[in-house]
């Protein structure tokens, strides 16, 4: 069973000397002013959530984009602070990025070009000339930052994402001797969708300067290999799952990511999660009820209005609940400058009117739509009182917050309904897996939940949480780190 000590000696014990940099575009704490005073903020992101632990138990650094209005304040000359705030154990280096870097970069190439290619989820993907170049620059911005952070001595290079496709290379062509590992949080589709991306060559190129290159699933691997075997020259090993290109090799390799278990589960039992909990259920006021809960950001990908049809539904088609069920939906608003995104806001929010106008009743709210950032604590709350949760994206790599629920149940009640286009999916049998699609499938499984009998539904949660306590973050970072300790670094390093 990995735990975070369990990491933290595995590290000590292999890893001593060696420094250990990690780069996503996404930083792990936020400082932002707060009327005069700076706060400090943790993202919403599953990435970041994944990553902290291990930094934490590696003490390494991590560089990513300074994206807080407060951040300049809080670093040191060399744009370094150590994290966490209250009890730092490793560094954050941040990059600062103009303006037209953020917007051609994150919003543009990342999360109008990528995000959607790589997702088809039916949002065609847009390729501006413009955000390629920015691409192109914030990757060198960021290699460059790394490669003063490494100097001159062994360094694990570990990146995250889809932001960085570029950097592998950039990092190798300027020093061999760095170990370059990158994980991409996203699937990878297969070859026939990844044919319209115009930069076909110098994505997959760049993606080839990593040693090792993961994907959560074994699927998007094996897409991953046939895109390269189609596009680009290369000698692709599909027994082995690795590819040479020019005389060196990237191994390709599945690690389907995970939460801290113990920590989610911890906190659920917490008098905060109890207080919290009683709070949100004056909230929801006692004709609620059943209680279902959505929680993510505001993507398109995590197919929202299904899941709200699907409500308008279960209205419908099963009256027993009209008046004694409220969806409560967190919404969490993200990459509003992205036109697909902002679209999206304005679906949701008129699918929301219109479905509480269609049911309300004297005192009763069928929906509770909150499109604001909610902590740990409230989110713990939600999962405790709510009779399931809804995961019903259209394609997702892993998915966290399926996991987070089920950490977040130790009295094993709730039901999980699962969208099976979820990395998640595959380990997650005893959900109640949908076609997210099809939100008469949706409507049925919310049914399906409420009538469940007791002991099935805690039979279900219990094997659920079986496996995600055994297959925690740790145990994905031990299986990362492992992997990336087969690499020798050269003799005069
Ligand atoms: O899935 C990709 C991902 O980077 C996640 O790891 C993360 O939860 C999400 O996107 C957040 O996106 P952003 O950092 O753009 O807000």
């Given at each position: 069973?990995?735990?975070?000590?369990?990491?933290?000696?595995?590290?000590?014990?292999k890893?001593?000397?060696?420094?250990f940099?990690?780069?996503?575009n996404?930083?792990?704490?936020?400082?932002?002013?707060?009327d005069?005073?700076?706060?400090?903020?943790?993202?919403a992101?599953?990435?970041?959530?994944?990553?902290?632990?291990?930094?934490?138990?590696?003490?390494?650094?991590?560089?990513?984009?300074?994206?807080?209005?407060a951040?300049?304040?809080?670093?040191?000359?060399?744009?370094r602070?150590?994290?966490?705030?209250?009890?730092?154990?490793?560094?954050?280096?941040?990059?600062w990025?103009?303006?037209?870097?953020?917007?051609?970069?994150?919003?543009?190439?990342?999360n109008?070009?990528?995000?959607?290619?790589?997702?088809?989820?039916?949002?065609?993907?847009?390729?501006?000339?413009?955000?390629?170049?920015?691409?192109?620059?914030?990757?060198?911005?960021?290699?460059?930052?790394v490669?003063?952070?490494?100097?001159?001595?062994?360094?694990?290079?570990f990146?995250?994402?889809?932001?960085?496709?570029?950097?592998?290379?950039?990092?190798?062509?300027?020093?061999?001797?760095?170990?370059?590992?990158?994980?991409?949080?996203?699937?990878?589709?297969?070859?026939?969708?990844?044919?319209?991306?115009?930069?076909?060559?110098q994505?997959?190129?760049?993606?080839?300067?990593?040693?090792?290159?993961?994907?959560?699933?074994?699927?998007?691997?094996?897409?991953f290999?046939?895109?390269?075997?189609?596009q680009?020259?290369?000698?692709?090993?599909?027994?082995?799952?690795?590819?040479?290109?020019?005389?060196?090799?990237?191994?390709?390799?599945?690690?389907?990511?995970s939460?801290?278990?113990?920590e989610?589960?911890?906190?659920?039992?917490?008098?905060?999660?109890?207080?919290?909990?009683a709070?949100?259920?004056?909230?929801?006021?006692?004709?609620?009820?059943?209680?279902?809960?959505?929680?993510?950001?505001?993507?398109?990908?995590?197919?929202?209005?299904?899941?709200?049809?699907?409500?308008?539904?279960?209205?419908?088609?099963?009256?027993?609940?009209?008046?004694?069920?409220t969806?409560?939906?967190v919404?969490?608003p993200?990459?509003?400058?992205?036109?697909?995104?902002?679209?999206?806001?304005?679906?949701?929010?008129?699918?929301?009117?219109?479905?509480?106008?269609?049911?309300?009743?004297?005192?009763?709210h069928?929906?509770?739509?909150?499109e604001e950032?909610?902590?740990p604590?409230?989110?713990?709350?939600?999962?405790?009182?709510?009779?399931?949760?809804?995961?019903?994206?259209?394609?997702?790599?892993m998915n966290?917050?399926?996991?987070?629920?089920?950490?977040?149940?130790?009295?094993?009640?709730?039901?999980l309904?699962?969208?099976?286009?979820?990395?998640?999916?595959?380990?997650?049998?005893?959900?109640?897996?949908?076609n997210?699609?099809?939100?008469?499938?949706?409507a049925?499984?919310?049914?399906?939940?409420?009538?469940?009998?007791?002991?099935?539904?805690?039979?279900?949660?219990?094997k659920?949480?079986?496996?995600?306590?055994?297959?925690?973050?740790?145990?994905?970072?031990?299986?990362?780190?492992?992997?990336?300790?087969?690499?020798?670094?050269?003799?005069?390093?």
């Amino acid at each position: 069973m990995w735990t975070r000590n369990a990491l933290q000696e595995f590290i000590s014990a292999k890893m001593a000397g060696i420094k250990f940099i990690v780069v996503a575009n996404r930083e792990p704490f936020i400082h932002t002013y707060k009327d005069d005073r700076v706060e400090v903020l943790k993202p919403a992101s599953g990435m970041a959530t994944a990553i902290d632990p291990i930094m934490d138990a590696s003490g390494g650094t991590w560089i990513a984009h300074g994206s807080g209005d407060a951040d300049r304040e809080a670093v040191d000359e060399f744009d370094r602070v150590r994290v966490p705030p209250e009890n730092p154990t490793y560094t954050l280096r941040r990059v600062w990025l103009t303006k037209e870097q953020e917007e051609g970069f994150y919003y543009g190439m990342a999360n109008d070009g990528l995000w959607p290619l790589c997702h088809v989820t039916f949002t065609a993907p847009t390729f501006r000339p413009k955000d390629w170049e920015q691409y192109e620059a914030v990757n060198r911005v960021y290699a460059d930052a790394v490669l003063q952070e490494a100097g001159d001595g062994p360094a694990f290079v570990f990146i995250q994402d889809y932001h960085f496709a570029l950097l592998p290379r950039m990092l190798k062509n300027a020093n061999p001797k760095l170990i370059v590992a990158q994980f991409w949080h996203i699937p990878w589709p297969n070859k026939e969708v990844f044919r319209v991306f115009p930069w076909k060559e110098q994505l997959l190129d760049g993606m080839l300067g990593n040693d090792l290159l993961g994907f959560h699933l074994r699927y998007h691997c094996q897409n991953f290999l046939d895109t390269v075997d189609r596009q680009i020259e290369a000698r692709v090993d599909n027994e082995r799952f690795d590819i040479v290109r020019g005389g060196r090799t990237t191994c390709v390799r599945p690690f389907p990511i995970s939460i801290d278990f113990d920590e989610v589960n911890a906190l659920a039992q917490s008098d905060e999660v109890r207080a919290a909990t009683a709070k949100w259920k004056r909230v929801l006021g006692k004709r609620a009820e059943f209680v279902g809960v959505g929680i993510e950001r505001l993507d398109y990908s995590k197919g929202i209005p299904s899941r709200l049809r699907a409500l308008d539904d279960l209205f419908e088609r099963y009256p027993q609940y009209r008046g004694k069920l409220t969806f409560v939906q967190v919404a969490v608003p993200s990459r509003q400058q992205v036109p697909a995104y902002a679209r999206l806001a304005q679906e949701v929010e008129q699918l929301a009117r219109e479905i509480n106008f269609k049911w309300k009743d004297r005192g009763w709210h069928p929906l509770l739509l909150i499109e604001e950032h909610l902590g740990p604590v409230d989110m713990g709350a939600l999962h405790r009182l709510s009779h399931y949760c809804v995961v019903s994206s259209l394609h997702d790599g892993m998915n966290l917050v399926a996991k987070e629920y089920i950490a977040g149940r130790p009295d094993e009640g709730g039901a999980l309904i699962l969208s099976r286009f979820t990395g998640s999916a595959r380990e997650l049998a005893d959900a109640l897996q949908v076609n997210p699609f099809a939100y008469h499938e949706i409507a049925d499984a919310m049914h399906q939940a409420l009538v469940m009998p007791a002991e099935e539904r805690q039979r279900r949660m219990r094997k659920m949480r079986e496996h995600v306590a055994r297959h925690n973050v740790y145990r994905w970072g031990a299986k990362v780190l492992s992997e990336l300790l087969k690499f020798e670094f050269p003799e005069n390093t």
